[in-house]
């Protein structure tokens, strides 16, 4: 029973993948508004009741990658060492991702990923449906930070500003590529408007977040 249930999942990975790869190549050949759900579950040779089935709204096909990243902020906040705020924590992973041109960082010039940036940043509804994944992030680091007994205002308000700042260094670095810069030549500013905003955010919150995790019981 338990093989059966572990190839039924396979299966609906396999699947979903292949929708979402489908759905990408034929946004970045035609642009997004041109290509329909139809068009997807054409070409990937589902029903759309399928296709809806793996993917809520047609945004969700090109986005749902941002989904593996939710729960990232909380992760790096609750593993964090000792005697590291929160913000810190981010701070110095997000400083790690941009030397290792993670695509999370905007920082990637790699020829698919800045495609792919280019969709989404000149598509308003995918701007718009990426506010639904930030959401979740927000969601799930404010809930990591209450664990710490950080007052539930305080650990929203909080998670809100980590997340939008995150979110807006990732838009200017892309900017920087967009304008022709390579990832190589834009690294310094970057480390530079990392520093500066996690800096900025430092000052207001580190007085209001735990300096490190609670000792485990």
């Given at each position: 029973m338990e093989?059966?249930?572990?190839?039924r999942e396979s299966k609906k990975l396999r699947t979903r993948r292949q929708l979402a790869a489908t759905a990408l190549e034929l946004f970045l050949e035609r642009g997004f508004d041109a290509v329909s759900v139809a068009d997807v579950a054409a070409a990937a040779?589902?029903?759309?009741?399928?296709?809806?089935?793996?993917?809520?709204?047609?945004?969700?096909?090109?986005?749902?990658?941002f989904a593996d990243h939710q729960d990232e902020v909380a992760r790096i906040v609750r593993d964090r060492p000792a005697g590291r705020s929160p913000v810190g924590a981010v701070h110095a992973q997000f400083l790690t991702a941009l030397a290792e041109r993670d695509p999370i960082t905007g920082l990637c010039d790699h020829p698919e990923v800045l495609a792919f940036q280019r969709l989404l940043y000149s598509t308003a509804s995918l701007e718009s449906r990426l506010s639904h994944y930030s959401d979740r992030e927000v969601e799930l680091l404010a809930a990591a930070l209450e664990a710490?007994?950080?007052?539930?205002?305080?650990?929203?308000?909080a998670a809100v500003h980590v997340v939008a700042v995150r979110h807006e260094l990732g838009?200017?670095?892309?900017?920087r590529l967009d304008a022709g810069q390579s990832a190589d030549e834009a690294h310094a500013a970057a480390v530079a408007d990392?520093?500066?905003?996690?800096?900025?955010?430092a000052d207001g919150l580190d007085r209001a977040l735990p300096a490190a995790p609670p000792a485990p019981a």
């Open positions: 093989n059966t249930t572990g190839l040779e589902v029903s759309k009741p399928t296709l809806f089935r793996y993917f809520p709204t047609k945004e969700d096909l090109l986005l749902d990658r710490e007994s950080v007052p539930p205002l305080a650990a929203r308000l838009r200017e670095n892309w900017q990392a520093d500066l905003a996690f800096g900025m955010l």
